[in-house]
């Protein structure tokens, strides 16, 4: 009996081991000749990247035919024009980075180019694989930390990757395959981790090496922008759900579960001063909300009654946005209670700027708005020759 008791116990301690779930250290290819045509990467070094002095009399506007040029604020003409080699359809639906002077343009063929804010010289190019009859890259910002700069994008087999490339030259640093073939969410970069949702997972990386360090699985698909209070991450579903989680192994601190109706935060969230501010929109009233990112706690909630917010920011203490029908609205940050709200004759497709005060700049189908909050005079800045149908987004960011 002392025999078999002893094997017994050898058994349940070989199924104990086993059967848990093993520690998340799988590695990924860094090795770009190893990989598919449809997911190599291509770099071509035209010169030596370097730290450049800002122009800041200008502003960075990405065109939505998917043309980005630099327009002096001051000459009131444009300095440099990049396109894209051979755009799969005239498109921006990207946004631009600026780091150490260097402007990282990701196009939606899959190239992203690095170029001098003050002259448009390019440093690189990169191309994210082969694809030409597709959307490659979309609603993605390149997020440039330590050397690397991590981006998402969509390839041809019916998958999508996260690319870490080097800032020296656009060259593969580290990828890894994901689980959706629409990846069009923007990672994090936090303490020295990368945090990248796909389809229902959550995925933390090592930033250096690539290598997953933790990953999480939910109900719904993960379908919001992380983002970090600079103790936690936060992020929600496709539908109503907002999650708080740790960063190191996605323990679930706390859930905030939006009101019958109401779905789809996406890239409308920020965090300040450990608060977190978020938008849903809704089929019959759209809110903006405020909550404790300790706790989960409520703190203000702001409705919009049939209508639906399209995006916010934060400037100056004050949450900036406008609405799917053209209300421009400016909320008190501290109470929600709003400071400021006019229907536009012009309807925004871009994020909102705030070159100084009592201006603001945003982009519509005609050209760029510069709006003077004090006469609620719509300038139109910049005049496109052309108004195309069936806009998507614009992109602009005020060089400083």
């Known amino acids: 009996m002392k025999t078999n008791l002893i094997t017994l116990l050898f058994v349940f301690a070989v199924i104990n081991t086993f059967g848990q779930t093993p520690a998340v250290s799988k590695t990924t290819n860094t090795n770009n000749k190893t990989l598919p045509p449809s997911e190599q990467v291509t770099n071509k070094a035209v010169s030596g990247l370097k730290k450049v002095p800002l122009d800041e009399a200008s502003i960075l506007i990405y065109d ?87 981006i998402t994008a969509q390839n041809q087999n019916g998958s999508s990757n996260i690319y870490a490339l080097d800032t020296k030259d656009g060259s593969l640093a580290w990828t890894y395959k994901l689980d959706t073939p629409t990846n069009d969410i923007p990672v994090l970069f936090f303490n020295n981790k990368v945090f990248v ?138 109470n929600g209670e709003i400071a400021f709200e006019l229907k536009l004759t012009t309807q925004p497709i871009s994020n909102i700027e705030f070159p100084i005060d009592d201006t603001i700049f945003y982009y519509c189908d005609a050209g760029l708005i510069k709006f003077d909050l004090s006469t609620k005079d719509e300038d139109l800045y910049y005049m496109r020759t052309s108004i195309k149908d069936d806009v998507y987004t614009a992109f602009l960011k005020i060089i400083r």
């Open 197 to 334: 949702p796909s389809a229902s997972n959550l995925y933390v990386f090592d930033a250096n090496t690539g290598k997953v360090l933790a990953q999480k699985s939910f109900d719904q698909s993960m379908h919001s922008k992380p983002v970090t209070d600079g103790e936690n991450v936060f992020i929600a579903n496709e539908k109503d759900v907002l999650f708080a989680l740790t960063p190191d192994k996605l323990d679930i601190l706390w859930q905030f579960k939006l009101p019958e109706d109401q779905y789809n935060i996406k890239e409308r969230i920020f965090t300040k001063d450990k608060k977190l501010y978020f938008a849903a929109q809704g089929t019959t009233v759209s809110s903006v909300y405020a909550v404790d990112s300790k706790t989960g706690t409520q703190i203000w909630k702001r409705d919009f009654q049939n209508d639906n917010v399209e995006y916010i920011t934060e400037d100056s203490d004050n949450i900036w946005g406008y609405t799917k029908k053209g209300r421009l609205f400016q909320l008190d940050i501290n």
């Open 64 to 150: 939505y035919d998917g043309a980005l040029f630099s327009y002096d604020l001051e000459s009131e003409q444009i300095g440099w024009t990049v396109k894209a080699t051979s755009p799969f359809t005239e498109m921006c639906a990207n946004k631009v980075t600026i780091s150490n002077g260097v402007v990282y343009i990701p196009f939606i063929n899959g190239e992203i180019v690095a170029v001098d804010n003050q002259s448009g010289d390019v440093f690189w190019k990169s191309r994210l694989g082969n694809i030409t009859d597709q959307i490659v890259l979309k609603d993605q910002v390149p997020v440039v930390n330590n050397g690397k700069l991590y």
